[in-house]
């Protein structure tokens, strides 16, 4: 027997703005249970679609009764898949997640889709199910259903998340071409060789210095 739950989001503000603040969204006050993410693969399709897969590590603590079936030193941490699909023609993004560890105990997989509200152009919508199963004999009820409890507070948690990184994004200022960004980033590296060969200089010079009274003696 599997867990589902099948829920719909609005969050007041453009396909684009979301779709930029969903790379940008860890960290953030509300995701302190998120502890890394990396980008494993990259690739965009000959139709023009970005298709990217991430790891990450979340915290996730068992209730008391669970941590009294597995072993002391079983690592708390999960370690969650997501792959996305991103189609900016039609202005969709469809990801799904899912638990790579501790499978044994319980499995939750996502899929959420996000496209423009059909009410309003400007917001966007998100339709977010998942699936709790567990195969732990004689507890998977018990599991499920703690496991589908955890995953509406998250879900809470992640647009909690999503509405505080697109409030900092659209207070900021109007966010740079990727020309300005590695001009930015270039003109910082070559005030940082400058300023590592003025110090080495001056480093040489008082060296320099302290050696020349010794010279005289010789």
């Given at each position: 027997?599997?867990?589902y739950?099948?829920?719909?989001?609005?969050?007041?503000?453009?396909?684009?703005?979301?779709?930029?603040?969903?790379?940008q969204?860890?960290?953030?006050?509300?995701?302190?249970?998120?502890?890394?993410?990396?980008?494993?693969?990259?690739?965009v399709?000959?139709?023009?679609?970005?298709?990217?897969?991430?790891?990450?590590?979340?915290?996730?603590?068992?209730?008391?009764?669970a941590?009294?079936?597995?072993?002391?030193n079983?690592?708390?941490?999960?370690?969650?898949?997501?792959?996305?699909?991103?189609?900016?023609?039609?202005?969709?993004?469809?990801?799904?997640?899912?638990?790579?560890?501790?499978?044994?105990?319980?499995?939750?997989?996502?899929?959420?889709?996000?496209?423009?509200?059909?009410?309003?152009?400007?917001?966007?919508?998100?339709?977010?199910?998942?699936?709790?199963?567990?195969?732990?004999?004689?507890?998977?009820?018990?599991?499920?259903?703690?496991?589908?409890?955890?995953?509406?507070s998250?879900?809470?948690?992640?647009?909690?998340?999503?509405?505080?990184?697109?409030?900092?994004?659209?207070?900021?200022?109007?966010?740079?071409?990727?020309?300005?960004?590695?001009?930015?980033?270039?003109?910082?590296?070559?005030?940082?060789?400058?300023?590592?060969?003025?110090?080495?200089?001056?480093?040489?010079?008082?060296?320099?210095?302290?050696?020349?009274?010794?010279?005289?003696?010789?």
């Open positions: 027997m599997v867990k739950f099948l829920g719909q989001s609005v969050l007041r503000s453009s396909w684009d703005q979301v779709f930029a603040a969903f790379w969204r860890y960290p953030n006050p509300y995701s302190k249970h998120v502890l890394t993410e990396d980008i494993v693969h990259r690739e399709t000959p139709d023009q679609k970005l298709l990217s897969r991430r790891l990450l590590t979340k915290t996730n603590r068992m209730p008391r009764w941590e009294r079936l597995f072993p002391a079983v690592a708390h941490s999960v370690y969650i898949l997501e792959d996305s699909i991103v189609d900016p023609q039609n202005q969709t993004m469809t990801t799904f997640t899912w638990n790579i560890n501790h499978a044994r105990l319980m499995v939750v997989e996502e899929r959420c889709v996000y496209c423009v509200n059909s009410d309003n152009s400007s917001w966007t919508e998100i339709r977010r199910e998942a699936w709790v199963s567990s195969s732990l004999f004689g507890v998977s009820r018990a599991v499920q259903e703690f496991g589908l409890a955890r995953f509406k998250n879900v809470t948690k992640t647009m909690k998340g999503f509405e505080y990184i697109l409030a900092k994004l659209q207070g900021e200022a109007p966010s740079r071409t990727l020309a300005e960004t590695a001009k930015e980033a270039k003109e910082k590296a070559r005030e940082t060789a400058l300023a590592a060969t003025e110090k080495a200089k001056d480093l040489a010079s008082k060296a320099a210095s302290k050696q020349q009274p010794q010279q005289q003696f010789v």
